[in-house]
């Protein structure tokens, strides 16, 4: 069974190589690829771009930017230097979008850190979109807003990039981060509305999860209405790739061939059967 309307996340298969992540994806017909950039370090990217093309996978998104506050200007402009940086990669792996985890730094407000995170992103957009790559602002769930991101719903994502307002600047929507959020579908339609609507991640929100980060569930374990939420998509006028992202240092510690067909299994029951 082929899944073309499907991308992986390689930090999903974290143990993975590069090239396991390649072939792996490849051999079960997923069509998309998203890479972490903690994936490519060592790898001569050009010789996995050209993997990727020879795999029949298309590129998604490289992940991750963004980390744009801090407590002085120092720490900010070196971020802007390690944006840049990933910038740099993106266009040499020929990737349309990089994905933003945006920041917060405890002991500001915020209104603070999304001040930081407006400056920040505005600071390179131009420069995205001289090299043909798209800023993808990622709203994290409230959970995160004191350490790793202020922009902890879509509406406040949605702000963001009404207030930007660039041509480079767009959103990725992660089901882990704004399944509870009761304007969903009015927040999704005014995404799609804006042009903002760039990238679909999936996965599963347990309430019974051992730790934050690190126990996302497969599709179907948890809580959140991922029928519902593609339906809203769907609606919206998305008609790009599902990508599964999903952090399991549970699913980490067994075979990752298991994990990714007990992936597709769960895919297949939600998905196919909508």
Known sequence: MNYPELAIHTFTTKP??????????????I???????ETLEGEDLCQVKQQIQDA?????????????????????????????????EAEILELPSIVL????????????????????????????ERMGVRLL???????????????????????LCEE???ASVGIALDVYHVWWEHDLAEQIERCAQGGWLDTYHICDFKPD???MLLDRGI????????????????????????????????????DQNDFLDEILNAYHEIYRTL
């Open 16 to 29: 993975w190589s590069m090239s396991e992540c390649i072939e792996g994806y490849a051999r079960r017909g």
């Open 101 to 128: 985890v945006c920041g917060a730094t405890v002991g500001q407000t915020p209104g603070e850190n999304y001040a930081q995170i407006r400056d920040g992103i505005g600071a390179i957009a131009d420069e995205a």
């Open 219 to 254: 599709m179907g374990e948890g809580c959140a209405d991922l029928r519902g939420i593609d339906r809203m998509m769907s609606e919206a006028g998305f008609d790009g790739r599902r990508e599964v992202e999903i952090f399991s240092s549970k699913w980490w510690a067994r």
């Open 209 to 211: 999860q051992s730790d």
């Open 137 to 159: 602002v990622e709203p994290l769930h409230p959970v995160f807003a004191g350490d790793r991101s202020a922009i902890s719903s879509l509406k406040v994502a949605n702000d």
């Open 164 to 166: 930007l307002n660039h």
């Open 56 to 88: 029949g996978l298309d590129g998604i998104s490289l992940v991750r930017g963004g980390f744009f506050t801090g407590a002085t200007g120092k720490e900010r402009r070196d971020a802007l230097e390690v944006n840049r940086q990933a910038l740099k």
């Open 31 to 37: 069509g998309g690829i998203s890479i972490w950039r």
